[in-house]
């Protein structure tokens, strides 16, 4: 077994695109992502299971049915499962997502932001 470690600003120099997550490791059955947003997403929810949202870099807003939590640089949110929620940056923002191997990132909601799962950098 090799130990390495992953150094989070050379992957994300890695890709450009935008809402398309890119996995850097695996831990038992979820799967760390890091991802860079910019504009609104779509309203989606995971049914099965919660998602956490770190801010490696920037500033990004979760919207709520019933509210919006903004997060700055060293913040996280979790996002508990069965609730709808549409992440959004105004300015292009980096940030690490944990949640379990084969969530897609739009749920149910199928949309032109949905990504291919099992993308790796």
């Known amino acids: ?6 150094n989070l ?5 890695k890709f450009s695109e935008h809402w398309s997550p890119r996995i850097i490791a695996e831990m038992n059955d979820y ?5 860079k947003i910019k504009g609104e997403f779509v309203w989606h929810d ?11 870099e920037g500033t990004m807003s979760i919207e709520f049915r ?9 913040e996280l949110c979790v996002v508990p499962k069965g609730i709808e ?22 749920g149910d909601a199928e949309s032109e932001f949905t990504a291919s799962n099992d993308v790796w950098v």
């Open 85 to 106: 929620h549409k992440p959004y940056a105004e300015n292009e923002c980096k940030i690490m997502l944990v949640e379990p191997r084969g969530v897609t990132n739009t």
């Open 9 to 13: 600003k050379d992957k994300l120099s």
């Open 46 to 56: 995971h049914k099965d299971t919660d998602e956490v949202f770190i801010v490696i």
């Open 31 to 35: 799967q760390f992502k890091l991802a």
């Open 66 to 74: 019933d509210g919006i939590v903004d997060l700055s640089e060293g």
């Open 1 to 6: 077994m090799s130990l390495n470690k992953i």
